[in-house]
């Protein structure tokens, strides 16, 4: 079944103890992207990225970090979580996403962090 | 403020009746799409419309576009208690940053 798993799907954990959320997509998908999710806010973009080694800052970046040294996984790591980083955070994933491009993107079902 | 602004943020209608949300943007786009999400859930792909067309259908889902304003409205019609959730309308941005920017959302509830 074609799937964006992310876990893991809640965590409470204190400031400053480093986290990973993992991502994974069996699409063979170019495009993976992070966003927070934030009442009154919607979805806010961290990171993408397009392809293998090549990620970029989405409008909210600061205070996360990411990879993607394989194309099924893109991972987001909080070094040092804080409480303004509690948020449900999802995972996406999409065919590509040029000019040229139509995709849909499809989504993780979530991750819901709290930083304490 | 945000590329795509929904609008309203919330609206509540009886099972059967149709349900209108809009969206408007700021600048060109590539195409438009809509998602569904269920309360704590992921968002799942609708409708995709791409910026040289006007209309779309799927199902009981018709989506416009009028590039002209900027803007697009979905259209659910004979709503049914399964699609209480919110809406969301994403732009694919046809020039800068390769990236869906999304709007707020309209937080939908059908009453049975």
């Known amino acids: 079944e074609a799937q964006v798993t992310q876990n893991p799907r809640y965590l409470i954990t204190v400031t400053g103890k480093k986290l990973t959320v993992t991502c994974s997509q069996n699409?063979?998908?170019?495009?993976m992207s992070w966003y927070r999710q934030d009442p009154g806010l919607g979805l806010r973009q961290i990171y993408y990225s397009m392809n293998v080694e090549v990620t970029d800052k989405g409008d909210v970046p600061e205070g996360y970090k990411v990879s993607r040294k394989e194309k099924r996984n893109f991972p987001l790591i909080l070094e040092s979580p804080s409480p303004n980083q509690t948020s449900l955070y999802f995972c996406?994933?999409?065919?590509?996403?040029?000019?040229?491009?139509?995709?849909?993107?499809?989504f993780g079902d979530g991750t819901r962090l709290s930083i304490l | 403020s945000q590329q795509g602004e929904e609008d309203p943020q919330a609206l509540s209608i009886q099972e059967g009746e149709n349900a209108t949300m809009n969206c408007s943007y700021k600048?060109?786009?590539?195409?438009l799409q809509w998602y569904r999400q269920n309360s704590g859930r992921g968002l799942v792909h609708l409708i995709l419309?791409?910026?040289?067309?006007r209309e779309k259908h799927s199902g009981r889902l018709r989506v416009t576009l009028d590039t002209s304003k900027k803007s697009s409205s979905l259209l659910i019609t004979a709503s049914r208690a399964a699609d209480t959730a919110s809406y969301f309308c994403?732009?694919?941005?046809?020039?800068?940053?390769?990236?869906?920017?999304f709007g707020q959302g309209t937080r939908l509830t059908i009453n049975p």
């Open positions: 600048t060109s786009i590539n195409n």
């Open positions: 996406a994933s999409s065919p590509s996403l040029g000019q040229g491009s139509h995709q849909p993107q499809h």
């Open positions: 994403a732009t694919a941005l046809l020039q800068g940053a390769q990236k869906l920017v």
């Open positions: 699409m063979n998908h170019e495009y």
């Open positions: 419309i791409r910026s040289n067309e």
